[in-house]
């Protein structure tokens, strides 16, 4: 997605009809990534607004017919980095770059894959401890949990919401997992299980 | 059920396409070492149940929230009253 005025492809009345029939469908997805990300109902609200306004502003940058929640997703997530976790919320940001670096590194090389977090736990989880321990994430993490597990996009869809290559979607998101399953592990031994 | 902490030769490598198998996104090959070490190894199979079981609980019991109606409302506006 080039987020650049194109010339005027859509009619008035076609790009309203994409609006409504495209996006506006996937407002309560959207709303509930904006939360995921900025863990703030306010300012998961103005980060919808915002998105919303630049999807009908770049709306002739869009190809009907192609995947309109990726489209979607990635004017999020960009809106987010750019106009809003410079205002608030991260000013300690973990640069994830480095923190892929060091686990993606040799030293971790076998031991990268958790293993101690039992089935049975997982089954006994409650909602608001999921939720505890995702929200606890760093935000990058958090948010390819979000788009695989809870959106269910492909590591290449993924690659393009993110622009990162396929390969680094793939390492990120299995140290996210394995980052939530050493929490949730932690949260079950303080419960008593062995 | 206690875990079974015998890690054969095989079993690093399952571990490193045990979450790729898991989201969909494996070679046929994979899928293929991946179904042959678990028939075998008890280890690794319930590491795969841990992986599928994570991603049911975080589909399922997630709380899903629905986006207030005045957000809705100002989105609605944006092509039909807002000149941008």
């Known amino acids: 997605m080039i987020m650049e005025d194109h010339p005027q492809k859509y009619t008035e009345s076609e790009k309203n009809t994409i609006f409504q029939q495209d996006f506006m469908p996937l ?3 959207a709303y509930n990534f904006a939360f995921r990300l900025t863990l703030d109902e306010e300012d998961a609200k103005d980060l919808v607004q915002d998105t919303y306004l630049k999807v009908f502003r ?6 009907k017919g192609t995947n309109a929640k990726a489209w979607l997703f990635r004017i999020l997530k960009n809106n987010f980095i750019n106009d809003f976790r410079k205002k608030v919320k991260e000013p300690n940001k973990v640069d994830y770059q480095e923190i892929e670096t060091y686990y993606n590194s ?22 608001d401890e999921l939720t505890t321990a995702l929200n606890s994430l760093g935000v990058d993490f958090r948010t390819v949990i979000v788009l695989a597990d809870i959106e269910g996009f492909s590591y290449e869809e993924m690659a393009k919401i993110l622009n990162i290559p396929i390969g680094t979607v793939r390492s990120r998101l299995h140290r996210a997992r394995n980052i939530l399953k050493e929490k949730l ?6 419960l008593g299980y062995q | 059920m206690q875990l079974d902490k015998k890690i054969c030769g095989d079993c690093s490598h399952c571990l490193e396409i045990l979450q ?22 008890s280890h690794c199979k319930e590491c795969f149940e841990v992986e599928q079981n994570l991603r049911i609980c975080l589909q399922q019991r997630l709380e899903k929230r629905l986006v207030p109606q005045e957000i809705v409302h100002f989105v609605q506006c944006i092509c039909g009253t807002t000149k941008l």
């Open chain 1, 27 to 29: 407002i309560d997805a």
């Open chain 1, 58 to 63: 770049f709306l002739d940058s869009f190809e």
């Open chain 1, 106 to 127: 040799e030293e971790f090389g076998d031991q990268r894959y958790t293993t101690d977090l039992r089935l049975e736990v997982l089954q006994n989880l409650m909602g």
């Open chain 1, 185 to 190: 592990r932690d949260y079950a031994k303080n």
């Open chain 2, 20 to 41: 790729i198998v898991a989201d969909g996104e494996a070679s046929p090959q994979e899928i293929q070492f991946f179904e042959e070490h678990i028939c075998e190894c």
